[in-house]
């Protein structure tokens, strides 16, 4: 069974800090390459935030850097992001992602959680 839930997401105020969850089933986050954060805004497109590989190489959208920190604790098959020092653009829903790109690959997104920043 594939699932990716996400928790976390809720309101908080601009400076405040959020930390999101993201529980896998334990075959999907063995095998992935890369478990990520992905976000959309209301009228925007998806966009990227930040990335973990199975060796611990983190990637952060610009955007983000200094504020956000994502980790993953394989005992749990659960990958986080800390979002500290939060701003009215990080505003929106974030997904969290497991991608694998060589053999028996995929692309599983989990359902999404509601984050709304206020000024």
């Known amino acids: 069974q594939v699932y990716l839930v996400e928790s976390g997401g809720g309101l908080v105020q601009a400076g405040g800090s959020l930390r999101l969850s993201c529980a896998t089933s334990g075959g999907i986050f063995r095998m992935a390459a890369n478990m990520g954060w992905y976000r959309q805004a209301p009228g925007k497109q998806r966009e990227f935030v930040a990335s973990i590989t199975t060796t611990g190489i983190t990637n952060y959208a610009d955007s983000v850097t200094g504020r956000f920190t994502i980790s993953s604790d394989v005992a749990k098959n659960t990958t986080y992001l800390q979002m500290n020092s939060l701003k009215p653009e990080d505003t929106g829903v974030y997904y969290c992602?497991?991608?694998?790109?060589?053999?028996?690959?995929?692309?599983?997104w989990g359902q999404g959680t509601q984050v709304t920043v206020s000024s």
């Open positions: 992602n497991a991608v694998r790109t060589k053999f028996l690959s995929f692309n599983y």
